[in-house]
């Protein structure tokens, strides 16, 4: 069964209050990485997958796209999104993307935040999103990056020069994961770069474009609390069409 530790009330309270759901997309250190992936949604046909508060799904009506499905196995996430969203031509579901069905060739974009490696068979759900594309629809999404999710739970030292030194933990074997992120026992899934890329090349997208995110020098003179996340990468960027 799919843990749906955003309906956990502790996670939820501790989650809410972290800088990206406070102040949406601005607060989302990787958004303008994102998006200089994403297509033109003028006129698209958009699926958000992992929808949570919603921000992703108001974005790209406010930049034209037709229409958005924003979809979320967290009832509270849903709750929140379409209490924060005045808009007939955005519709928040519940959904879990371990059984997710999508009807065929009804989306021109496909768009995932932070949602993937919560995931048990992710060659499901990519060959269910290459189905639910029109034909030259894209696939824009994030994940924990792998090294990141390996090391996750390893205890970090400092070097000689004071760099922080992160030990992957096991990064070849692949499957269930557990970390502690405001509450204990947070399931998610480890699959390799590697591993990741392969599923969509066999699922028949072609990659377009990729990113190891790290924040830049002018995120970490504002945010200077980022300069961490350049020790190792901590979100993989990932573009890819049919």
């Not at 992710?122 to 924990?144: C, Q």
């Not at 970090?156 to 970390?179: I, L, N, Q």
Request: with cysteine; aromatic share 10%.
């Amino acid at each position: 069964m799919t843990q749906n530790i955003y309906d956990n009330p502790d996670f939820f309270a501790g989650y809410a209050g972290i800088p990206r759901q406070v102040l949406g997309l601005d607060g989302a250190p990787e958004w303008p990485a994102i998006c200089a992936m994403l297509p033109d949604v003028t006129g698209q046909r958009v699926l958000d997958l992992g929808c949570g508060f919603g921000w992703a799904s108001r974005w790209f009506r406010e930049h034209g796209a037709a229409s958005v499905l924003g979809l979320d196995l967290s009832q509270n996430m849903i709750e929140r999104a379409r209490n924060t969203t005045v808009d007939p031509a955005i519709t928040y579901q519940i959904a879990d993307l371990n059984t997710l069905a999508l009807p065929e060739a009804a989306f021109d974009l496909v768009y995932s935040s932070l949602a993937f490696h919560y995931v048990a068979d992710f060659g499901r759900l990519i060959a269910s999103i290459r189905k639910s594309l029109a034909p030259g629809g894209r696939l824009v999404f994030t994940i924990e990056h792998p090294v990141f999710m390996a090391s996750a739970q390893a205890a970090w030292t400092k070097d000689e020069a004071g760099h922080t030194v992160w030990p992957v933990s096991a990064y070849a074997e692949e499957g269930e994961r557990r970390t502690d992120w405001f509450v204990s026992g947070v399931l998610k899934y480890h699959r390799t770069l590697a591993t990741t890329i392969n599923t969509l090349l066999n699922a028949g997208f072609q990659i377009r474009q990729m990113d190891e995110f790290a924040p830049t020098a002018a995120q970490i003179e504002q945010q200077p609390q980022l300069a961490i996340e350049r020790e190792r990468p901590m979100i993989l960027i990932v573009s890819a069409a049919i």
